[in-house]
């Protein structure tokens, strides 16, 4: 077949030509359909700001808010609403005066901030520079958590600050909690209701469906491994323990590339869940209902329910159940000050304080949903294609006079080889290996951050000639706590990784990334000045100082606003927790 030269580069085309030959027909199949919808749904906004239809624009980094986004615009289609979703990553604030009206669906990282990707849109938003918003009328759907000081932080800034440059707010803002399903939905009915419709519903030619079955692990679809073995790589003594994990992924269908995670559902601890029947003196074996599904109060406490983290929908529960007057005035008080008040207990505390004998469902309905957990997959599919790897820290926090162990880390740590564990994969895409494979890497891990690089390392290795690549590790103990030692000690032998520098803090208390970094300045700015990418992973307090401490310095040599200019044209890669 000839290369229509007019449409396709030779190098496209080879390329192209080379993928089909491997297809079969089933993939064939389904190729064609995506590339159809895809080519439809570009033309449609190629199109639309000449229709100026609505804008749904998420905010994310664990999905959800795009997922909300992506079916919310279903529902619009579906409803006779043409509609456009993007993310606010893409998006230029001067561009929305193209717009009559712009719905926002963001999360809160952490406790206040944006959501790294749509750090360029919130900054451009709320700087002097911003333009006014007169035409535009909008909504926002904040989704946060409530165990955070600041909750919906992010989702309440973009919405003072729309309307502080002239946009109108025809719906007010939703705020949701980690069970947003209800609230979200609401919200959604809402604009229907006001949203304009189009003149013809092109809501049929937006939807192709291919009749093919998904094998894929996805978030709809999780998939269960068994684990293969779970070894410790650090100190026996330590506090904290790292683990080392390795998961078969047998006959399933996962996509992950180097930098991606996995999102891990995880299980409350026996012990906790036995305490909390204890203390309401309920069977375990009392049948529950859960979205739509019957099963015992045991299994929905152990698998599906937050025991740690109290909820607001709790408190009233139990203030009415109990009619204590001290819970009754704490269930009373404003919502930030009921906020605060259980940040500073746990669900233990809460039943144990003031005993009562709840009613099973109306208990399971009141608690949070056991959120999966976000882990970064430590190993390449193109060098181990059968295994998923994750690196586990023990995490132990202090909790008014006790101390606490994270319901995560303490499940996954007591796995056993034959043991099941249920995931699916989590796309990571700005966290990805630069698509130039010459292009410089530097790397900044602090502890258990250095998993991504270890599937770095195993891809780059896979490559006919790697990249330079610059490694700056953080951790305890040298003879101790040095993660994957062995394997990065391979990598540098084989010339995989350029420069190995390491800082173990109980060793030498003065040394940091950042100044290790600079003590090699010519190189840094040299790799700097070739295009090199730089990736921070770890500790977010601890390299977001090291970030700060080389973008001073940076500025100081070349100009204010240069390190900024790298992460601008995303040279920059962030994953910190």
């Not at 491994?225 to 003594?237: G, Q, R």
């Not at 030692?485 to 990598?491: E, T």
């Not at 100044?515 to 040299?526: G, T």
Request: net charge negative; proline share 5%; aromatic share 8%.
């Amino acid at each position: 077949m000839q290369a229509p030269n007019h449409i396709f580069s030779k190098q496209q085309w080879r390329e192209l030509h080379s993928l089909l030959n491997e297809l079969d027909g089933k993939q064939s199949l389904w190729l064609s359909g995506y590339l159809a919808a895809t080519a439809i749904e570009s033309t449609a906004t190629e199109n639309s700001t000449d229709l100026n239809i609505p804008l749904i624009a998420f905010g994310t980094e664990t999905n959800n808010c795009k997922q909300l986004a992506y079916l919310f615009g279903d529902l619009c289609r579906k409803s006779g609403v043409n509609v456009d979703v993007s993310d606010l990553s893409d998006i230029k604030p001067r561009a929305l005066n193209k717009r009559d009206h712009f719905l926002v669906i963001t999360s809160t990282h952490g406790d206040g901030a944006p959501p790294e990707p749509i750090t360029p849109f919130y900054e451009a938003l709320f700087s002097n520079e911003a333009p006014k918003l007169n035409n535009i009328k909008f909504s926002v759907l904040a989704l946060g958590d409530s165990s955070y000081e600041k909750f919906c932080a992010t989702g309440i800034q973009i919405d003072q600050r729309l309307e502080e440059l002239g946009a109108h707010r025809f719906l007010p803002r939703q705020d949701c909690d980690v069970d947003y399903e209800e609230s979200a939905k609401k919200w959604m009915a809402s604009l229907l209701t006001l949203l304009p419709r189009s003149s013809k519903n092109s809501s049929d030619k937006l939807h192709l469906s291919i009749p093919i079955e998904s094998t894929e692990c996805s978030i709809s679809n999780p998939f269960t491994l068994e684990v293969l073995s779970n070894l410790n790589l650090s100190s026996k003594s330590r506090n904290e323990p790292i683990h080392h994990l390795e998961l078969a992924i047998g006959s399933n269908t996962i996509s992950v590339e180097p930098g991606d995670a996995v999102g891990v559902y995880v299980a409350n601890p026996p012990e906790l869940v036995a305490a909390l029947l204890d203390a309401t003196g309920l069977s375990g074996e009392h049948p529950v209902t859960l979205d739509g599904h019957a099963l015992q109060l045991v299994e929905a406490l152990r698998e599906h329910r937050d025991l740690t983290i109290p909820s607001l929908a709790l408190l009233e529960y139990w203030s009415n159940l109990t009619n204590d007057a001290e819970l009754t005035t704490i269930a009373n008080s404003a919502k930030p000050d009921q906020r605060r008040y259980l940040r500073t207990i746990q669900v233990s505390d809460l039943i144990i304080k003031w005993p009562a004998h709840p009613d099973p469902q109306s208990l399971i309905n009141t608690l949070r949903p056991l959120q999966p957990r976000l882990y970064d997959v430590a190993n390449s599919l193109s060098a181990i294609d059968d295994e998923i790897h994750l690196t586990v820290k023990m995490y132990r926090y202090p909790f008014g006079k006790r101390r606490e162990e994270g319901i995560a880390s303490r499940f996954l740590l007591e796995l056993q080889p034959g043991d099941s564990i249920t995931l699916y994969p989590h796309q990571n895409a700005r966290f990805h290996l630069p698509k130039d494979k010459t292009t410089p890497v530097i790397f900044f891990a602090e502890g258990t951050g250095i998993a991504p690089y270890r599937a770095f390392i195993q891809k780059l290795s896979t490559l006919e000639q790697a990249p330079q690549c610059w490694l700056l590790f953080k951790e305890q103990h040298f003879e101790e706590d040095f993660l994957y030692q062995i394997d990065i000690q391979r990598a540098h032998i084989n010339s995989v990784i350029t420069h190995i520098d390491t800082v173990f803090y109980d060793d030498s208390c003065e040394a940091t990334l950042h100044s290790i970094a600079l003590k090699n300045e010519q190189r840094l700015m040299s790799w700097i000045d070739k295009g090199a990418h730089l990736y921070f992973c770890g500790n977010r307090a601890t390299l977001e100082h090291c970030e700060s401490q080389l973008k001073r310095h940076y500025d100081f040599c070349l100009g204010e606003g240069k390190w900024t200019s790298l992460s601008k044209s995303k040279r920059i890669h962030r994953n910190l927790y």
